[in-house]
Nanobody, 125 residues
């Protein structure tokens, strides 16, 4: 069974940090670009970041640029999203997704083939 499982979410104070993990099972991430999306209550799901599987090139939404870092460890079949300087507006359910191919596709949900179940991130004092 092909599956992506996110972990690492939780409650953090403004200015704090979290590291999300996205672990794949049933398939290898070697052939996939991996993206992170988030969805806040009442809002559409938005693309946050992506990392290719070819040269490791990355994409970040303007809202997280300079604060979030995406990385991948193909040996562990896992992708990470390090989130620093968190703000209340970062509060959302965070999803990882896999898109078959070498480069990051457009940050649109239908460009991705597999999705995780999501992990809640809450930034609040």
């Amino acid at each position: 069974q092909l599956q992506l499982v996110e972990s690492g979410g939780g409650l953090v104070q403004p200015g704090g940090s979290l590291r999300l993990s996205c672990a794949a099972s049933g398939f290898t991430l070697d052939y996939y670009a991996i993206g992170w999306f988030r969805q806040a209550p009442g809002k559409e799901r938005e693309g946050v970041s992506c990392i290719s599987n070819s040269d490791g090139s990355t994409y970040y939404a303007d809202s997280v640029k300079g604060r979030f870092t995406i990385s991948r460890d193909n040996a562990k079949n896992t992708v990470y999203l390090r989130m620093n300087s968190l703000k209340p507006e970062d509060t959302a359910v965070y999803y990882c997704a896999a898109a078959y191919g070498s480069s990051c596709p457009a940050p649109i949900i239908y460009e991705y083939d597999y999705w995780g179940q999501g992990t809640q991130v809450t930034v609040s004092s």
